[in-house]
């Protein structure tokens, strides 16, 4: 058998092409990274189910994700401004990618420390659960806001108020029309440039209220909410952008939740 004979004196051009072009792709791979969210929604039924997962929470759960590298879990409660909300706790762990995502389940269940600090929830008897159920969403962050913001109020958690917005679409065409609207035609970016401190803008991926988008801004207290929303409803951006036909009917349905963060969230 006869081998190929490569001229040489032309490899070193070549394999500099070649690593020139990979540079280039993971570029613009990076430049086109987004945040990836989970939000679980723990359901309960008493005090004392909310009691214990506080403490896994805190005690248990974020720092091993912590020790994992995930950073800024934020954890939050309905608050007294809803209406006819049940007791849950929200948690929103925010990922580099998919595949940290993917990963993690089996990155906890090597955690000796996590499995022993958590042992009241990990273990806990059929009969006596630390939650009713479990509700997960999972989400990918704009192309407008590829990463996730952590806020900066200053006032006690009890008094900030965190709105979280869902807009469900009709179709599945009229809803990518309304991430256009937030993404691409600056919708999202209002929000940013009028201070409302925004957590994360996300395309709903997997839920159960799909088509939808979801997004997360706070507010120091209840005073600064309704400042914020009276700014934006003028906001000539917004004026303008609101009667562009293109995006009529592009919200069936919009859910709105006020929370609070706990003494320990991350965000």
């Known amino acids: 058998m006869k081998y190929r004979k490569y001229n040489t004196t032309q490899s070193p051009k070549i394999i500099g092409v070649f690593l020139l072009s990979f540079l ?9 990274s987004r945040d990836i969210y989970q939000i679980k929604v723990y359901n309960l039924e008493s005090d004392q189910q909310e009691q214990r ?3 896994f929470l805190k005690g248990a759960f974020i720092p ?6 995930i950073k800024n879990v934020g954890v939050l409660k309905p608050n007294a401004m809803n209406e006819n909300v049940s007791k849950q706790i929200y948690v929103l762990i ?12 089996g990155v906890l269940l090597k955690d000796k420390t996590y499995q022993a600090d958590g042992s009241d929830y990990i273990d806990a008897a059929h009969d006596n659960p630390p939650y009713v159920r479990i509700e997960s969403i999972l989400l990918r962050a704009f192309t407008s806001m590829a990463h996730y913001g952590v806020p900066t109020h200053s006032t006690p958690a009890s008094e900030q108020v965190y709105e979280l917005r869902s807009y469900q679409g009709a179709t599945e065409k009229l809803y990518q029309k309304k991430v256009e609207m937030f993404s691409d035609a600056g919708e ?3 929000f940013v440039d009028l201070g409302f401190q925004p957590v ?7 839920g159960a209220t799909m088509p939808n988008l979801m997004y997360l801004t706070t ?9 914020h929303w009276d700014a934006f409803r003028t906001a000539p951006a917004w004026l303008k952008l609101k009667v562009d036909k293109q995006y009529d009917n592009t919200v069936s349905k919009n859910v709105k939740l006020y929370l609070q963060p706990t003494d320990y969230s991350g965000l």
């Open 94 to 105: 925010p990922f580099k990618s998919i595949n940290q995502f993917e990963k993690i389940e």
């Open 200 to 206: 994360f803008f996300g395309e709903v991926i997997s």
């Open 24 to 32: 280039l792709i993971s570029m613009i791979s990076i430049g086109q």
């Open 64 to 69: 091993a994700l912590n020790r994992a590298g």
């Open 219 to 227: 507010f120091k207290n209840k005073k600064s909410q309704d400042e």
């Open 53 to 55: 997962m506080d403490k």
């Open 188 to 190: 999202s970016q209002i």
